[in-house]
């Protein structure tokens, strides 16, 4: 059984500050790796990919991709009230399985 | 450039009976992907199509079906619901190339009573 797993939270910071959120996954020949946000009552939202090690940047998230540690991560720098949600970590296996495994998300509280 | 949508957007169904939901993909993706989202067991895979050949399949009982038609757009079938078949219905629109990136529609909230 392929797993992927996230703290489930909640993680709550302080506005300006960063968030950091942990994924494990058991799959060693995964590919792919992605962070979807999904507010409360609506449906996920791709904001990363990462397919290969070290660091990827876009605004202010990075994603990090550690397939050694088999760990990846989301930091979201300057963490906005607007950040509050659930973040799921996904894994695609790669080859013929299209399908990705998600963990059960991180609930992320940014306070004011 | 259009996003994935689904419809209906809410259902309320009884036991037993059967629903069909529907989603059309982005212009140009040729993979849908459906999920069922409960808030104990999280994101679960239910199947993949590309064009129209199922090509990944969770495990879900065989009351729950799909297909794709020849223009990408996709529906599933629940048949004889369960009260635990209440979810979100997630439809993902993918190229269904090497990286696979996933864009969700609002999807279904399916209510069995």
């Known amino acids: 059984q392929k797993e992927v797993e996230q703290n489930s939270g909640p993680l709550s910071v302080p506005e300006g500050a960063i968030a950091s959120l942990n994924c494990t996954y058991s799959d060693r020949g995964s590919q792919s790796f992605f962070w979807y946000r999904q507010y409360s009552g609506k449906s996920p939202e791709l904001i990363m990919s990462i397919y290969s090690n070290g660091d990827k940047e876009d605004g202010r998230f990075t994603a990090q991709l550690n397939k050694a540690s088999q760990y990846v991560s989301l930091l979201i720098r300057d963490s906005q009230p607007s950040d509050s949600a659930t973040y799921l970590c996904?894994?695609?296996?790669?080859?013929?399985?299209?399908?990705?495994?998600f963990g059960k998300g991180t609930l992320l509280t940014v306070n004011p | 450039k259009a996003g994935v949508t689904q419809t209906p957007r809410y259902l309320i169904k009884t036991r037993g009976q059967q629903v069909t939901l529907s989603c059309s993909p982005i212009?140009?993706?040729?993979?849908v992907s459906w999920y069922q989202q409960t808030p104990g067991q999280g994101l679960q895979f239910l199947f993949e199509y590309f064009s129209e050949t199922q090509r990944n399949k969770g495990n879900f009982p065989g009351r729950f079906s799909g297909r794709q038609f020849s223009n990408s757009r996709s529906e599933m079938n629940v048949s004889t619901l369960e009260l635990g078949d209440s979810a979100l219905y997630l439809c993902a629109s993918s190229s269904g190339q090497e990286y696979n990136e996933q864009f969700f529609g609002p999807g279904t909230r399916l209510t069995v009573l």
């Open positions: 996904a894994v695609h296996s790669g080859g013929s399985n299209y399908k990705l495994t």
């Open positions: 212009s140009g993706h040729r993979s």
